[in-house]
């Protein structure tokens, strides 16, 4: 198993905020990373795909970096739809998330 | 829009069968490089993939859950299904059904909550 972690795993942010979530990889995985959005009750939501690809209708303030084992979701300018619970994910062998970031409202 | 719709019993017994049931809808199970898969969330906690299937038939679960898991298609039916046997507490969650090319989840189910409990 490849072990993803995710730091910080909750942080209190204001509109407007930029927001940087980083997601480590315990070998090297490439750019197969994947994140998603899950705010409560629903489902998650795909927002970047190979580490830094924009899911098609995902607003560009969202952006997605890294390779090898260090990547990084960065939300440029947060706004109220955008507290929620983001989850990264490896493809590169196996299929596993990461324990999830929690970002709330300061 | 492909919708895809989990429906199965919301209380299992434990050591019993956990049968669950994916429906697509606007969309077919043969769809060019989509494999269709299962992951659950405890509640209040993460996500945890189960495995998925091709539309030939080929499956590929996860290790942790090998044992206990099958996944198979009914093209006919445009559906899914997900069988776990022999559940403990430990197997409460919500399940998704989902469509993914290459491990990416791009269309979930709404969700299911499934209690394991006596």
């Known amino acids: 198993d490849i072990q993803m972690t995710q730091s910080p795993s909750s942080l209190s942010a204001s509109v407007g905020d930029r927001v940087t979530i980083t997601c480590r990889a315990s070998?090297?995985?490439?750019?197969?990373l994947n994140w998603y959005q899950q705010t409560p009750g629903k489902a998650p939501k795909l927002l970047i795909y190979?580490?830094?690809t924009l899911q098609s209708g995902v607003p560009s303030r969202f952006s997605g970096s890294g390779s090898e084992t260090d990547f990084t979701l960065t939300i440029s300018r947060l706004q109220p739809e955008d507290f929620a619970t983001y989850f990264c994910?490896?493809?590169?062998?196996?299929?596993?998330f990461g324990p999830g970031t929690k970002v709330d409202i300061k | 829009q492909l919708q895809l719709q989990e429906s199965g019993p919301g209380l299992v017994r434990p050591s019993e069968t956990l049968s669950l049931t994916c429906t697509l809808s606007?969309?077919?199970?043969?769809?060019?490089?989509?494999?269709w898969g299962w992951v659950r969330q405890p509640p209040g906690k993460g996500l945890e993939y189960i495995g998925s299937?091709?539309?030939?038939?080929?499956?590929n679960y996860n290790p942790s859950l090998n044992s206990r898991v099958t996944i198979s298609v009914a093209t006919a039916k445009n559906e899914f299904s997900l069988r776990l046997t022999s559940v403990t507490v430990a197997d409460t969650a919500i399940y998704y059904c989902?469509?993914?090319?290459?491990?990416?989840?791009?269309?979930w189910g709404q969700g299911t909550l499934v209690t394991v409990s006596s």
């Open positions: 989902a469509r993914l090319v290459l491990g990416v989840i791009g269309d």
């Open positions: 606007g969309g077919s199970l043969n769809r060019t490089h989509s494999h």
């Open positions: 299937i091709y539309d030939t038939g080929s499956t």
């Open positions: 070998e090297d995985i490439r750019s197969y």
């Open positions: 190979a580490a830094s």
């Open positions: 994910q490896q493809t590169y062998s196996g299929n596993d």
